[in-house]
């Protein structure tokens, strides 16, 4: 079975500053998928960002990059010119390729965004 | 576009009673799932579905119960609720396996 693990329970930052939050996880398999999402106060699950392993190339959404090093098994999320909204519980996440339909979620890091 | 709904958003019941938690997507989407999320658990699943009248049982499935008769809904069914099973419970969906699981807005629910 797969393994999560966020090890930075919370993390505060200022406005404008860079922060990274790490994630590991552990599995066997070759190909798989990887996920940050984010969970606001409003509790909503949003998609932040979705990395294949397949890929090397790491992903990026605008203010959101990844730093996906697949021999560490390390996917950490790198969120740029930190803003007041980013404030928000960060889940890492692993999709199976053969079943990628069952995510397994790590325990989240809640980043603060200092005004 | 709707997307995907969750009713109720909050419900307080007592141990022993029957409750069911509502899901609902726009999208046609064939997977749905169920999870809970709890504190220092992060979320694990409860039970999926890869199409309507096929579900499978996930990470914590006892207590619960799942039917799947139309693609667009999954309710989630607690035979008798105990007080371990106060939680924020989610419903997502995805169109493939490999895609994206898209997240409805929790349904808090807490057993007394």
């Known amino acids: 079975a797969q393994t999560v693990t966020q090890s930075q329970p919370e993390m505060s930052v200022q406005e404008a500053e860079t922060v990274t939050l790490s994630c590991t996880y552990d599995t066997s398999e070759n190909n798989y998928y990887l996920f940050w999402y984010k969970q606001p106060p409003s509790r909503q699950m949003i998609l932040v960002i979705r990395?294949?392993?397949?890929?090397?190339q790491n992903a990026t959404e605008n203010r959101f990059s990844v730093n996906f090093q697949k021999a560490a098994k390390s996917f950490s999320l790198k969120i740029s010119d930190s803003q007041l909204g980013d404030t928000a519980m960060y889940f890492c996440a692993f999709g199976s390729n053969f079943g990628n339909e069952k995510l397994t979620f790590g325990t989240g890091t809640r980043l603060t965004i200092i005004p | 576009d709707a997307g995907i709904t969750q009713s109720p958003r909050y419900k307080i019941t007592e141990t022993g009673r029957q409750v069911t938690l509502m899901c609902h997507q726009t999208w046609s989407h064939s997977y749905m799932f169920w999870y809970r999320q709890d504190l220092g658990h992060g979320l694990r699943l409860i039970y999926y579905s890869a199409a309507a009248d096929i579900t499978d049982k996930g990470e914590v499935p006892d207590g619960y119960v799942v039917s799947r008769s139309k693609t667009e809904n999954f309710p989630l069914t607690l035979e008798s609720a105990t007080r371990s099973q106060t939680s924020v419970y989610f419903c997502?969906?995805?169109?493939?396996?490999?895609?994206?699981?898209?997240f409805g807005p929790g349904t808090r629910l807490t057993v007394l």
């Open positions: 990395q294949e392993a397949y890929k090397q």
């Open positions: 997502a969906s995805t169109i493939t396996r490999t895609d994206t699981q898209y």
